[in-house]
């Protein structure tokens, strides 16, 4: 354990100007758009979904291009909070694919749902991740959204994990993370009815942090987790990063082993600069001004 949480942090590498980048799909656009903010929302790095013409759902173009820009963004320490939204109007991400995984094989579909469930692990990064529900999230699109560390949707969001009313089951996480959100048993109450609920009814049990009314553009959900993210960029990047992991770890096992997993993330913070700052910052009454080093 303890050789795994080392081996996490490294020293933040110089700060690079804002920039977005995409990978460009067999039609020549891409699925998935990458852009670092600047000012005040230094830190924060967006991952925009724009497969318009499919309501964002997960086929293979955008699955390579996430996994593609989550690798990148993993090497990357200037990224503080990770943010996934949806570029489409009405709709955070529709899901499966079911038109392309209707011209698969039974072994080509084993394989892309592994692959997802990959997809769904990677975006359980070592920073804070928002999702950002600005409009349907089903299906696998609730489970990428489960995926994130916090979720804020509009009110009039429509989400559920629905895979029981196409002869499915939840494949990319499902089964396992709503459980975890919501307990055992609402989260079978909502698999085996495959359940829709507004954004209303899904902060009332739990499974979003935040619900806001939606706006005329479409994106309220989107400004608010902005809002959020601006709350955790002051705070100490790397006590925030191993707050997480021992939370996340912790979680998995006994509290006794979680006590253990704690004390090792704590004991890793003790030699960094900004756990100083942050006395010194305490003592001189004034706001610390943490480097994440």
Not at 17 to 33: K, L, T, V
Not at 83 to 105: H, I, N, P, T, Y
Not at 155 to 175: F, N, Q, Y
Request: with cysteine; charged share 20%.
């Amino acid at each position: 354990m303890l050789r795994v949480l080392s081996s996490s942090l490294r020293l933040p590498r110089p700060w690079r100007p804002p920039r977005a980048r995409g990978c460009a799909s067999a039609a020549g656009n891409p699925e998935i758009q990458v852009r670092a903010l600047a000012g005040p929302n230094q830190g924060v790095t967006e991952i925009l979904m724009n497969r318009p013409r499919a309501r964002n759902a997960l086929g293979h173009v955008l699955v390579s291009e996430m996994l593609e820009a989550l690798a990148q963004l993993r090497q990357d320490w200037q990224v503080r909070v990770l943010l996934f939204r949806s570029g489409v109007k009405g709709v955070f991400c529709a899901g499966a694919d079911l038109k392309e995984r209707e011209q698969m094989s039974e072994t080509e579909v084993g394989v892309f749902v592994q692959r997802l469930r990959g997809l769904m692990n990677d975006i359980a990064f070592p920073a804070p991740t928002i999702a950002a529900m600005d409009g349907f999230a089903l299906g696998g699109g609730l489970e990428l959204a489960l995926a994130c560390d916090l979720r804020v949707a509009a009110s009039s969001t429509v989400m559920g994990l629905i895979e029981t009313t196409r002869g499915l089951l939840p494949g990319a996480g499902g089964t396992q993370r709503l459980p975890r959100c919501v307990g055992v048993s609402l989260a079978k109450e909502l698999i085996f009815t495959g359940r829709r609920l507004n954004g209303t009814q899904a902060q009332a049990m739990g499974l979003v942090n935040h619900v806001v009314a939606q706006n005329e553009e479409g994106d309220a959900a989107y400004h608010r987790a902005r809002a959020l993210a601006q709350e955790i960029l002051p705070q100490a990047p790397i006590a925030v990063r191993l707050g997480k992991v021992a939370i996340d770890r912790g979680m998995e096992v006994d509290i006794a082993s979680g006590m253990a997993i704690e004390g090792i993330c704590y004991a890793q913070n003790i030699p960094t600069q900004d756990r100083l700052e942050g006395m010194a910052a305490f003592r001189e009454k004034r706001p610390p001004k943490f480097v994440g080093e």
